[in-house]
């Protein structure tokens, strides 16, 4: 069966890139039978930062774990299950300080685990979830996909390098660029990423 994992980590009420998400995962379930969408609202539902008592919990095996480490690693052992088992991944965050949403660096931190998502060897680290597609949905009041503010845009670079990291290559971003320049420029930029979103979903 084909999952599509949502991840949307926006707190406004009103996050265009949530809803181009949402709407961009429900087309791409509508192309795939039988296929099934795995959401985390980052925002709603934030995770905890990371401690020093997870990062010893995930350094071990489940079954030399402490109570409360197993504890501690729980909830990033079914993130990285949902990674692993998803065939697509689609990823709504605005752009804030030039780069992402700390909610979804944190499921990032989460799921980037040693022998899980990645292993090292003699010649450096290799990704071990492989295999994926991933859409990026990413808005901003200014325009950051080129242009002079082009070098601001932490947030593609720093997906792609992680993403790529964990052995997934396969990135195609949808821009919502340009919403602070007026309703006129808000309006023309909603509509062509919605447009991106529905050729990218029929070309899956």
Do not use: C
Not at 191 to 204: I, Q, S, V
């Amino acid at each position: 069966m084909s999952s599509i994992l949502l991840l949307t980590s926006s707190p406004r009420a009103d996050s265009l890139s949530t809803d181009i998400a949402v709407d961009l995962a429900g087309k791409l379930q509508a192309q795939k039978a039988g296929s099934v969408v795995v959401r985390r609202d980052l925002a709603a539902n934030p995770l905890a930062h990371i401690n020093d008592l997870f990062t010893g919990a995930i350094r071990k095996p489940a079954d030399a774990r402490t109570v409360e480490e197993n504890e501690a690693a729980k909830i990033s052992d079914e993130l990285v299950n949902e990674l692993l088992a998803a065939d697509t991944i689609v990823i709504g965050t605005g752009l804030i300080n030039f780069n992402i949403y700390s909610s979804l660096k944190s499921w990032i931190d989460n799921v980037a685990r040693a022998g899980m998502t990645f292993k090292y060897t003699e010649n450096g680290p290799v990704g071990l979830a492989t295999g994926k597609k991933v859409y990026v949905v990413l808005a901003s009041g200014g325009v950051y996909s080129q242009g002079p503010a082009a070098g601001m845009n932490h947030a593609v670079p720093y997906l792609k390098t992680v993403l790529g990291f964990m052995g997934i290559t396969d990135v195609e971003t949808i821009y919502v660029e340009g919403l602070a320049f007026g309703p006129e420029a808000a309006e023309k930029a909603v509509g062509a990423a919605k447009a991106r979103a529905e050729e990218l979903a029929l070309a899956a």
